[in-house]
């Protein structure tokens, strides 16, 4: 599907909220606000500030939702995935000039692992770095249990405990910049936000300002927001 | 399913299982509990045991199926993590870190949460017997874990069994025995701290006697206690993790443990506060004492252990009993094949659930085996993992280890990893 028709299907999902976040033709999409993705001076987020062996965190749809954006270095997708509830979708695949540059929900969809300022389990293992529970890299994995998941293939399960794939984040690359737009794929959010509701509270001061959507998001090295990079 | 008892012991084949169905003992005139059912024709499942397995079970039925009436009966009143509490032991997590409360998911999700004791179970009728009345069921999981065996060291003298279990208890079962064994390991003075490994590979947590020994000993350390922790094992080896237990033993608590591997114990003789083996006598000046694990007695008492045995009778590679086709036995309550874990328990749980909404609905599914996933701290702030699956093969009807993979360097990522770990099966069961 090309940008054009893709942003069609999206505008009439945005008119059609009965459908939200429901398997609709080959694609899925659930559409949150437009995000802008920053780099931490503020300034628009270029690709060539994505460095393929690095992983990065961003908070999105809601400000306290982790996300990770990797540039796998080559064109990726379009994958069909498979959901838990024994529905497919067709997840769309990299964007940017090489259609590379992909994001997941960083929020693990076993038992809700997800990074925090102190330490990281669930993790990108960029080119050389391989992962010793499946023995390669390019690999998002989550060292809680010990899940994997393929970025190149819509953050399907590869190994381990997790019920079902990572939350896509859809983008956009528009005039250079990378946009999110929403998510494919099933989510994790109300029960992030249930479980975590009092960690939630004392970092964002309430339930209300960690579920506030928002429109744009400062993309972090992964290193540098967290202590500890756990990776298995 | 509608399978009578008389086809089911046509199927088991005659004389195969000599047991009784259930007791004579019922409390015929107690009361029915009144718990709502979402619909009147709704079939209900009836969990013992709140522990790590039929938490996990109780969720996940309902989560499956709203309309199946879940009823769990547990006679804690709270949940206490057996899993990281030898880390509790040495005041390296709080105990708000393993305590929890059924109430939460019982609500979200729509299950009875009923504390009490189950004390009989009537087969033919399809009742339990609870303190506060009988419940029927349509099927009924005992997920009621372990219970010590303590014929094999100590003997059956009641006395002698008091004294094991109030003096010297195995703290191999959540509640007072830990808190207890967290007063005896602060209140150490010096001496000999004996902690025993039960035989064979059927109890409960493989690598946990070897992780308290191992904590212990670096509690002992950096109190400067004059003592050491002496570990009888009658394996040649942990079973498990050796490696990184060794590493420990070696270099983090060397001179505060001693291991003596090859060790039968033959007596434990508390008057003299020695144990007798095969490598020679053991004085002790306390004593953890984790004697041979049996299945809990409510499985003895309906019926489903055969005579002699100390587990209940399976259909493999289900879980229901054969005795009883509307019984399963679920986690520690179980034997082998699969170690005896939490980690375990929560995901054959999971698969149980999906069984159990199958059984009910008359289908089939396919099998998929559990996941052992277990750390053990070996250090403040180090751990080592196993990580691995069981493979079923339907032919000899037997279970190998699959796909086992481990990490046996002591690390800081390891640590974190396992408190995460808890966390998150906390979560699944309690959120
Ligand atoms: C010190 C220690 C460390 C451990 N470490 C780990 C670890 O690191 N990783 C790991 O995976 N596992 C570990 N384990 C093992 C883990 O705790 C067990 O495998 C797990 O608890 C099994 O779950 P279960 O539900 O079968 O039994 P349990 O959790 O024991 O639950 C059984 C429940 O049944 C209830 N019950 C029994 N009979 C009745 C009755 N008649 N009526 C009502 N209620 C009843 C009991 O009160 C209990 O709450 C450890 C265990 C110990 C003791
Ligand atoms: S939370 Fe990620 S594997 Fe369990």
């Known amino acids: 599907m090309d940008r054009r028709r893709f942003l069609k299907v999206c505008t009439a999902v945005a008119f059609a909220p009965f459908m939200l976040g429901r398997s609709f033709g080959a694609e899925s999409f659930k559409p949150y606000k437009k995000a802008l993705l920053l780099r931490e001076d503020g300034k628009p987020l270029r690709p060539e500030d994505i460095d393929p ?180 | 399913m509608g399978v009578s008892r008389r086809d089911l012991f046509k199927a088991v084949g005659a004389g195969a299982v000599v047991s009784l169905i259930g007791s004579p003992t019922f409390a015929k005139k107690a009361e029915t509990l009144n718990l709502p059912k979402p619909s009147k024709g709704s079939p209900r499942v009836v969990i013992v ?40 032991l040495v005041d390296l997590v709080p105990l708000e870190f393993l305590i929890h409360s059924h109430l939460k998911p019982a609500s979200k999700y729509g299950y009875h949460f009923v504390n009490a004791m189950v004390h009989d179970i009537d087969r033919e009728k399809r009742f339990v017997y609870t303190n506060l009345g009988k419940i029927h069921y349509d099927y009924l999981v005992l997920a009621t874990g372990i219970d010590y065996d303590y014929s094999q060291w100590v003997g059956t003298d009641p006395r002698d069994v008091e004294i094991a279990m109030t003096k010297y208890p195995a703290a191999f079962k959540p509640g007072n025995e830990h808190i207890r064994l967290k007063q005896k390991i602060h209140d150490f003075e010096g001496g000999n701290f004996v902690i025993t490994v039960p035989p064979g590979l059927d109890y409960r947590c493989i690598p946990g006697p070897y ?43 060397k001179g505060y443990i001693e291991y003596l591997p090859n060790a039968q114990i033959k007596e434990v003789d508390f008057g003299r506060k020695r144990i007798v083996t095969n490598v020679g006598d053991v004085k002790f000046d306390d004593l953890n004492l984790y004697p041979r694990c049996k299945s809990a007695p409510i499985v003895f008492k309906a019926g489903l252990v055969k005579k002699g045995d100390r587990w209940p009778a399976l259909r493999w590679p289900w879980y229901q009993t054969v005795e009883d086709e509307r019984i399963l036995c679920t986690g520690d309550a179980r034997n082998q094949p699969f170690s005896k874990s939490g980690n375990t328990a929560n995901s054959e749980a999971h698969i149980v659930a999906e069984f159990v909404v199958n059984l009910i609905r008359g289908k089939e599914m396919p099998y998929r085996p559990p996941r052992t996933l277990c750390y053990s701290g070996v250090d403040k702030e180090k751990a080592v993992w196993v990580d691995l699956t069981y493979k079923y093969d339907p032919k000899k009807n037997e279970f190998a280890f699959h796909n086992v993979k481990m990490d046996n360097t002591p690390s800081k990522k390891n640590w974190i990893a396992y408190l995460e770990w808890a966390k998150g099966l906390y979560r699944d069961m309690f959120s």
């Open chain 1, 53 to 232: 062996s690095k992983e990065y965190i961003f908070f999105y749809p809601y400000r306290s939702t982790p996300c990770l954006l990797i540039d796998l270095g080559k064109k990726v997708g379009p994958v069909e995935v498979k959901l838990k509830n024994g529905t497919s979708y067709l997840w769309r695949g990299g964007v940017g000039p090489k259609g590379s540059v992909v994001a997941f929900s960083a929020i693990c969809t076993h038992q809700l692992s997800f990074p925090k300022k102190e330490y990281s389990l669930i993790n990108y293992y960029p080119e050389g770095k391989v992962s010793k529970l499946v023995g390669r890299d390019k690999v998002i994995q989550c060292c809680a249990h010990m899940s994997a998941f393929d970025p190149e293939r819509g953050g399907k399960v590869i190994e381990g405990p997790a019920p079902s794939p990572l939350t896509a984040i859809v983008l956009s690359y528009e005039d250079g910049k990378f946009y999110a737009l929403g998510t494919s794929g099933e989510e994790v959010f109300e029960d992030f936000f249930d479980a975590y509701r009092s960690e939630l509270r004392k970092v964002y001061g309430s339930t209300r300002i960690a579920k506030e959507l928002v429109d744009s998001c400062v993309v972090l090295e992964m290193e540098k927001y967290t202590e500890e990079v756990v990776r298995c």
């Open chain 2, 49 to 88: 045991g709140g522990g790590w397995s039929g938490s996990t079970l109780a969720k996940y039925i309902k989560k499956k199926d709203p309309k199946v009436d879940v009823v769990l009966i547990e006679r804690r009143a709270m949940f206490m993590s057996c899993p990281v509490s030898n880390l509790w």
């Open chain 2, 211 to 253: 992780e308290r020994a191992t904590m212990v000993a670096w509690f002992f350390k950096k109190n400067k206690v004059p003592g050491k922790v002496i570990l009888i094992d009658p394996h040649n080896d942990p079973p498990v993790k050796a490696e990184g237990f060794h590493k420990a033993w070696n270099e983090y608590v």
